[in-house]
């Protein structure tokens, strides 16, 4: 009793302490005068390069960024698509796949992951993430609340849309990311540590990652690592910590005896067709433009899932006789997993194979779980992190710069070196992950414990965490 | 009085009732009801995990009805509720001592 009232505590401190610092931090600044336009301020941070080669030719200044209206609703169609992946999408693809007793926990999970981000991100999540670089490892706190990042363009990141419109696009992956790893521990974790454990995940583990790859300065980024649309930042970081939650939470109870097959296949049938249409904001979006690369994207994310899902099918028809309706929805998740890192840089043909290696090693990876048992519920790791990584191979085997001549090749393209840098971001995200998740479980686990007791897991976390039912 | 119990094949209900009708049954309870006997279950597999379905559907009907009725009661059960395939099912038939109707309050043949 007092330590659930402890907690009551904790949670309502961390709010206020929220609602008296935004102020002091300068978030009402923006309702102010603004001494410095937010556009000259960034710039004054990082100078774009045509603020770098102006003064040589002519000493004017350089015209403001002009937004452009084609581009803006693109974004902003795609970061609602992006939100539509993590709610409904994933929420209903991992809700369908649990057992009946656990639907609405495992949904609500993915829904209040969105709630929790969509208020981490403003506050300071995106100036960790984007804001100006502290030694290629962090962005700095300039940009909390929010503070500068208004309706004038970016040009570092975006510079024919609102800076905030690339905010509220880079929100939805924040999003779904830590929405991801809730596949791994379903059906076993307090809902109290697991919106601790959302929380601290994010701040320690996505904004740094995100800062690396994305942000001018990430030193992922300057080491010419190709990640279009977030197979290192979103799916090995959310797959690998995945495999570090299985590990530390160990198995379900009556994990290899009991029946535990999916509650409501159509749920997630569904579930996975919302994460493909999802999936256009997510990797077209990634171009933050309305134009021929984002149209390159849309299609090779397209060929690809619809390869992997074959190709799952396929491997599961060979090998355990059937093909089936999971099997089917599991692919073509695979295969769009895969695509993310590529699908700026790869052509369609390319995607066709991207596409039938990632169905075919996510089935085997997911085949291979459980003759290692650990007991990745969900498979966060096998599909998101198998099919990250390889993914992000990929991009360094099928890159052409014909498809994206900001890009670069790849092996299959005369440059082999790429697939080394690749496989660094690989092998970083992969470190960084795994330590820093297993880190803070532990510390949540030592704290307030991680797991459910065993008869709150026997009734069910619909009724123990949450005192409803999904069916009544 | 008899209570004749049936555990059948699921798509052989619509049969099964429309025959014990036309022979004179007056009424049944239906219950979707799991189990196994030499049928034995199926497989199901999700993401390579292989699930053994031991108790596979069946629906129980139970009907009551006075000793005359039981022989063509049971003979009529057993031809429409068979497909010859293993797992058609069972008939059990018990003794019954009493029935009352709620409404009226009859009791025995009279209440059936």
């Known amino acids: ?472 | 009085m008899k209570v004749i119990e049936m555990i059948i094949k699921p798509f052989k209900l619509d049969e099964v009732k429309d025959a014990l009708i036309e022979i004179g049954v007056q009424g049944m309870t239906v219950t979707e009801v799991k189990g196994f006997g030499r049928q034995k279950g199926h497989k199901e597999t999700y993401r390579g995990t292989e699930y053994t379905i031991e108790f596979v559907p069946k629906v129980k009907v139970e009907v009551a009805v006075p000793d005359g009725l039981v022989p063509k009661v049971v003979e009529t059960i057993a031809r429409a509720a068979k497909t010859g395939t293993i797992g058609d099912g069972k008939i059990f038939v018990r003794d019954l001592q009493n029935v009352v109707r709620i409404r009226t309050g009859e009791t025995g043949e009279q209440a059936l």
């Not at chain 1, 080491?223 to 995945?242: C, K, M, Q, R």
């Not at chain 1, 491997?315 to 099997?327: D, I, Q, S």
């Not at chain 1, 880190?439 to 007791?453: A, E, N, P, S, Y």
């Open chain 1, 1 to 472: 009793m007092t330590v659930s009232r402890l907690y009551r505590v904790a949670i309502l401190s961390v709010f206020v302490w929220a609602l008296l610092f935004a102020p002091a931090s300068g978030l009402w600044a923006q309702e102010a005068p603004v001494a410095v336009p937010p556009a000259a301020s960034a710039q004054e941070v990082v100078p774009a390069q045509p603020v770098v080669a102006a003064p040589a030719a002519t000493p004017a200044p350089v015209p403001p960024p002009k937004v452009d209206t084609g581009d803006t609703a693109w974004v902003l169609t795609s970061s609602a698509l992006v939100l539509a992946m993590t709610v409904p999408g994933l929420a209903i693809f991992y809700g369908g796949m649990v057992r009946r007793k656990n639907a609405l926990n495992t949904i609500l999970q993915c829904f209040v992951v969105a709630c929790l981000i969509g208020v981490q991100w403003v506050l300071w999540g995106y100036s960790l993430a984007f804001g100006p670089d502290k030694a290629h490892l962090i962005g700095g706190l300039e940009w909390l609340g929010l503070n500068g990042v208004g309706g004038d363009p970016n040009a570092d990141y975006a510079a024919t849309i609102p800076h905030q419109a690339f905010m509220v696009f880079q929100l939805m992956f924040a999003v779904i990311t830590p929405a991801l790893i809730t596949g791994a521990f379903a059906e076993r974790m307090k809902f109290s540590a697991f919106v601790v454990f959302i929380l601290l995940w994010a701040t320690l583990i996505y904004d740094p990652l995100a800062h690396w790859v994305w942000a001018v300065g990430g030193w992922m980024r300057n080491l010419g690592a190709l990640d279009f649309a977030g197979g290192t930042v979103v799916h090995i970081s959310s797959g690998v910590a995945g495999l570090a939650c299985a590990l530390v939470f160990g198995k379900r109870l009556g994990y290899g005896t009991e029946r535990m097959s999916p509650h409501n296949l159509p749920l997630t049938v569904i579930g996975a067709g919302l994460l493909w249409v999802g999936w256009f904001g997510f990797n077209a979006g990634s171009a933050v433009a309305s134009n021929a690369l984002a149209t390159s994207a849309f299609v090779v994310t397209n060929t690809a899932a619809a390869a992997a899902a074959l190709a799952w099918m396929v491997a599961e028809w060979v090998y355990h006789g059937r093909p089936t309706a999971l099997g089917a929805a599991s692919g073509a998740v695979a295969g769009l997993v895969a695509i993310t890192p590529a699908s700026g840089f790869v052509g369609p043909v390319s995607s066709i194979w991207i596409g039938v290696g990632a169905g075919v090693l996510c089935y085997i990876a997911v085949v291979m779980k459980n003759r290692l048992g650990y007991d990745d519920a969900l498979d966060a790791f096998g599909i998101h992190g198998v099919g990250g990584t390889w993914g992000a191979l990929a991009t360094g085997l099928f890159a052409s710069k014909a498809v994206n001549s900001a890009g670069a090749d790849g092996l299959f393209f005369g440059n082999p070196a790429q697939f080394g840098i690749q496989a660094v971001a690989v092998l970083g995200s992969w470190i960084f992950a795994f330590v820093g998740t297993y880190l803070i479980l532990k510390v949540v686990d030592m704290t307030m414990g991680l797991r459910v007791t065993d008869d709150e897991e026997r009734a069910g976390l619909d009724q123990s965490q949450h005192n409803e039912a999904a069916y009544s």
